[in-house]
Nanobody
Framework: QVLLVESGGGLVQPGGSLRLSCAAS????????MGWFRQAPDKEREFVAV????????VYADSVKGRFTISRDNAKNTLYLQMNSLKPEDTAVYYC?????????????????WGQGTQVTVSS
């Protein structure tokens, strides 16, 4: 059974940084694609970033391009999301997700496994 556990959320001022972590277990993830999504109150869950577990280039939402970086540490079985230059509109619950296969899809419904989410609040 795949288990994804996010951590690292919190309250940060505009312009600040946070790094989210997602500890993954229960599978060998070499044939998986890993993504970050977010959901703000009264809004639909939206794509943030995606990367293949085996590496290669990442894909980002236009709203975070140049500010956020997705990465993974194979030895630690952990996915990361480094978030810089945070804005109030980045406030949301952030979710880690995994899907079997190597297509870097951006639609939430294509992901099989989800973490419980971690709250990120950007406010002065």
């Amino acid at each position: 059974q795949v288990l994804l556990v996010e951590s690292g959320g919190g309250l940060v001022q505009p312009g600040g940084s946070l790094r989210l972590s997602c500890a993954a277990s229960g599978r060998t993830f070499s044939t998986y694609t890993m993504g970050w999504f977010r959901q703000a109150p009264d809004k639909e869950r939206e794509f943030v970033a995606v990367i293949r577990w085996i590496g290669g280039s990442a894909v980002y939402a236009d709203s975070v391009k140049g500010r956020f970086t997705i990465s993974r540490d194979n030895a630690k079985n952990t996915l990361y999301l480094q978030m810089n230059s945070l804005k109030p509109e980045d406030t949301a619950v952030y979710y880690c997700a995994a899907r079997e296969g190597l297509a870097r899809t951006t639609a939430p419904e294509t992901y099989n496994y989800w973490g419980q989410g971690t709250q990120v609040t950007v406010s002065s």
